[in-house]
T-cell receptor, first 113, second 113 residues
Framework: EDQVTQSPEALRLQEGESSSLNCSYT??????LFWYRQDPGKGPEFLFT???AGEEKEKERLKATLTKKESFLHITAPKPEDSATYLC??????????????FGQGTILTVHP | DGGITQSPKYLFRKEGQNVTLSCEQN?????MYWYRQDPGQGLRLIYY???????QKGDIAEGYSVSREKKESFPLTVTSAQKNPTAFYLC????????????FGPGTRLTVT
């Protein structure tokens, strides 16, 4: 069974204090790993797709990296507007899971000014 | 503007009543999905459709039904058989099942009393 575990459950940072969020996954074969940002009461916003170990993607203060067992979302010099829940999801290679994503429970990030 | 719309944003129903949640997209995406989100849990897949007039059950389909008569529309009916219907419901779409980035609508919060 595919599993995605995100840690920590919640993270409180001061503005400018860099940190990382973790996404550990267990899947028989990885077709892709996805990061989303979700603001309270809204739908998730797509951030990144990572396909293979060693791949990195960047967007403003965010950088996502991927290994064979986990992914990290690095946040550099965060601002209060980066406060949100960050979701990780995986897409396995199995044909029976075609198009289906398995999500982690999310990390709630709060950045204080 | 292209995007996914869900209506209504908030929905209140009495126990025992069926209710239909709307999802429309003008992105010309082939694949559409319905997820349920509960506090502290990851998104869970209810139903998905890879093409018009075809859909498959996800991980938690019991008590739900869908139709896909048009490419742009994928309504979800929450029936009285769903034991815990109160939740935040999210609709998503992707260009095709082979392109795994899913883009989400704003969500519908359903409260059943």
């Amino acid at each position: 069974e595919d599993q995605v575990t995100q840690s920590p459950e919640a993270l409180r940072l001061q503005e400018g204090e860099s940190s990382s969020l973790n996404c550990s996954y267990t899947v028989s074969g990885l077709r892709g790993l996805f990061w989303y940002r979700q603001d309270p009461g809204k739908g998730p916003e797509f951030l990144f797709t990572l396909y293979s170990a060693g791949e990195e993607k960047e967007k403003e203060r965010l950088k996502a990296t991927l290994t064979k067992k986990e992914s990290f979302l690095h946040i550099t010099a965060p601002k209060p507007e980066d406060s949100a829940t960050y979701l990780c999801a995986v897409q396995p290679t199995r044909e029976t899971s075609y198009g289906k994503l398995t999500f982690g429970q999310g990390t709630i990030l709060t950045v204080h000014p | 503007d292209g995007g996914i719309t869900q209506s209504p944003k908030y929905l209140f129903r009495k126990e025992g009543q069926n209710v239909t949640l709307s999802c429309e997209q003008n992105l010309n995406h082939d694949a559409m999905y319905w997820y349920r989100q509960d506090p502290g849990q990851g998104l869970r897949l209810i139903y998905y459709s890879q093409i018009v007039n075809d859909f498959q059950k996800g991980d938690i389909a019991e008590g739900y039904s869908v139709s896909r008569e048009k490419k742009e529309s994928f309504p979800l009916t929450v029936t009285s058989a769903q034991k815990n219907p109160t939740a935040f419901y999210l609709c998503a779409s992707s260009i095709s099942p082979a392109v795994y980035e899913q883009y989400f609508g704003p969500g519908t919060r359903l409260t059943v009393t």
